[in-house]
């Protein structure tokens, strides 16, 4: 069972910067795709970014430019590292967690607890 703690939201001023966290433990970080998913108030959770153990990142239109999703594999954490914030980037983001085969848009199994992340305009 692979459990996933998230930290590093917060508030910040449209413009600026900010870098989540995900640290995780319980399984082989190596075998599995991690990704960051975001739920903003009234509307469905939707991805924002993965990436596989060894590969570039994967990324919604949405952010693309914006985030970075790296990893550090020594340590078993990811982090989505997000520059040029926009009021619209508020949401609950999300760690996740899936085997590392098939689309990494979808199909994740586990989840973190969420951080907020709130955007000024």
């Known amino acids: 069972q692979v459990q996933l703690v998230e930290s590093g939201g917060g508030l910040v001023q449209a413009g600026g910067s900010l870098r989540l966290s995900c640290a995780a433990s319980g399984g082989t970080f190596s075998r599995y795709a991690m990704g960051w998913f975001r739920q903003a108030p009234g509307k469905e959770r939707e991805f924002v970014a993965a990436?596989?153990?060894?590969?570039?990142?994967y990324y919604a239109d949405s952010v693309k430019g914006r985030f970075t999703i790296s990893r550090d594999n020594a340590n078993d954490t990811v982090s989505l590292q997000m520059n040029s914030l926009k009021p619209e980037d508020t949401a609950v983001y999300y760690c996740?967690?899936?085997?590392?085969?098939?689309?990494?848009?979808?199909?994740?199994?586990?989840w973190g607890q969420g951080t907020q992340v709130t955007v000024s305009s």
């Open positions: 996740a967690a899936k085997w590392d085969s098939g689309l990494l848009d979808r199909g994740y199994a586990y």
């Open positions: 990436r596989r153990w060894s590969s570039y990142g």
